[in-house]
């Protein structure tokens, strides 16, 4: 099967802010799904780690409320993109050269995605109150850093 074959498969997952005026659907085609302990990823997530799941832009759409966002950031460069009623953080639009993705808050989502987050980043500057008790893989940073 073509690879395209395979994307156009793609189960479709829904998800969207804690009080449902934003909701969007996604294709359970991630290309990583991973718990970052940045500072800047707790702090957004109001908890010890965020869980992110990564896709591409053609793989995410709003399918409700796309005028009751607010980007915070650069709109033309790597941007969080947030309900304005409840200010849940619906994803993250990651902006690289020839490779812009979604970074999906896993806990927005509605569905059970097929990937589980794969490895811990960032954890050398996680939550000095939050251990780690799985077997994932560890990195301080970003891997391959």
Not at 79 to 93: E, I, M, N, P, Q
Request: charged letters at 20%.
């Amino acid at each position: 099967m073509a690879q395209s074959d395979l994307h156009t498969q793609a189960r479709l997952l829904h998800g969207g802010c804690r009080c449902g005026a934003v909701r969007y659907q996604a294709r359970d085609s991630f290309l990583y799904a991973l718990n970052c302990h940045c500072s800047r990823c707790r702090a957004a997530s109001g908890s010890a780690f965020r869980a992110i799941a990564a896709l591409l832009p053609r793989d995410f759409r709003l399918t409700q409320g796309a005028d009751a966002v607010f980007i915070d950031g650069d709109p033309d460069s790597t941007h969080d993109v947030h309900c304005v009623a409840c200010g849940s953080l619906l994803y993250s639009w990651i902006a690289e050269p020839d490779n812009n993705r979604i970074h999906l808050p896993m806990g927005t989502l509605h569905d059970t995605p097929t990937m589980r987050p794969q490895m811990h980043i960032c954890v050398g500057s996680k939550a000095p109150w939050y251990d780690i008790l799985d077997d994932l893989p560890q990195f301080d940073g970003l891997p391959g850093a």
